[in-house]
């Protein structure tokens, strides 16, 4: 393959390594992992994963037969009727499930390409995609973006969504029955869609959807199963505007992400 690489396209490689570790934000710096086109070094993030480095923690069910099984007691709502996501949106608008239908401005149900391989999952709206009625348009949003780009996908590229379609007053952490009123409509959402890949943004997005209690440093790294779909956890954008120098270990998390995601062909 090395010596197949024409001049141009070596240097486009070149280039390409160099914005995609510079689009991340200043922090960030590339490290290279020893694969070489000659005498230039493949962005890691197109380097597939080995085999052998695929840790599979938990597995829940086999494939998405037992997301079905866990909507079988939503069976007679109109919702999960919905053929699509468009449809189901309609029909959730207006929500009153759990106390934050009450408080909220809008319904934040998700956005992005309903043909996604990708599904990325936040916590819950803050005030701005409660205004808004979108899934991380505020700072915390526009770091996503940049974190996406870093490794090659366009926002529109995906489909993001939250554990919580309503904003919880203060951005206080979602309540236990705020999440068990809410998630039977990401599952739904899941279905829907189908993404081979999902990226869990934080602590509360992983232990929610793996109904795991572990810490955030314990999750990073594994590459888990739901219900048949590979589930990766990373740090949420907004613990990354706070924390400047975690943007590292993101950056070395997307990396694998993408490195999945090119595996899947
Ligand atoms: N934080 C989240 O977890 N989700 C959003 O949509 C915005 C901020």
């Not at 197949?4 to 570790?21: G, M, S, Y």
């Not at 759990?98 to 391989?117: E, I, M, P």
């Not at 005030?127 to 348009?137: I, L, S």
């Not at 996503?144 to 969504?161: G, P, Q, T």
Request: one cysteine or more; a neutral charge.
């Amino acid at each position: 393959m090395a010596t197949e690489q024409t001049p141009n396209l070596a240097a486009d490689l070149e280039r390409f390594v160099k914005e995609q570790a510079s689009r991340f934000g200043d922090v960030i710096s590339y490290v290279p992992v020893p694969l070489t086109v000659g005498s230039i070094v493949l962005p890691p993030a197109h380097t597939p994963l080995p085999v052998g480095d695929r840790k599979t923690a938990v597995v829940l069910d086999e494939g998405l037969a037992g997301l079905e099984a866990k909507l079988a007691p939503y069976k007679d709502e109109k919702w999960m009727s919905a053929t699509s996501l468009d449809i189901m949106q309609q029909e959730i608008h207006d929500c009153q499930k759990c106390a934050l239908g009450a408080t909220r401005n809008k319904l934040v149900f998700g956005v992005g390409n309903q043909q996604s391989k990708v599904l990325v999952i936040g916590e819950a709206p803050g005030a701005d995609e409660d205004e808004q009625g979108e899934p991380f348009v505020g700072r915390a949003g526009q770091l996503l973006n940049k974190m996406l780009a870093a490794v090659n996908f366009e926002r529109s590229d995906v489909y993001i969504a939250n554990i919580l379609k309503s904003r919880p007053p203060n951005n206080r952490d979602p309540k236990p029955e705020e999440v068990a009123a809410c998630e039977p409509y990401l599952w739904k959402q899941i279905l829907l869609l189908q993404p081979k890949l999902i990226l869990c943004l934080g602590r509360v997005a992983g232990t929610n959807m793996l109904k795991i209690n572990e810490s955030l440093g314990k999750m990073r790294g594994q590459i888990y199963d739901f219900h048949g779909i590979q589930l990766m956890v990373t740090y949420h954008p907004a613990a990354l505007l706070r924390n400047p120098d975690w943007k590292h270990g993101a950056w070395e998390d997307l990396k694998k992400f993408r490195a999945m995601f090119e595996a899947l062909g």
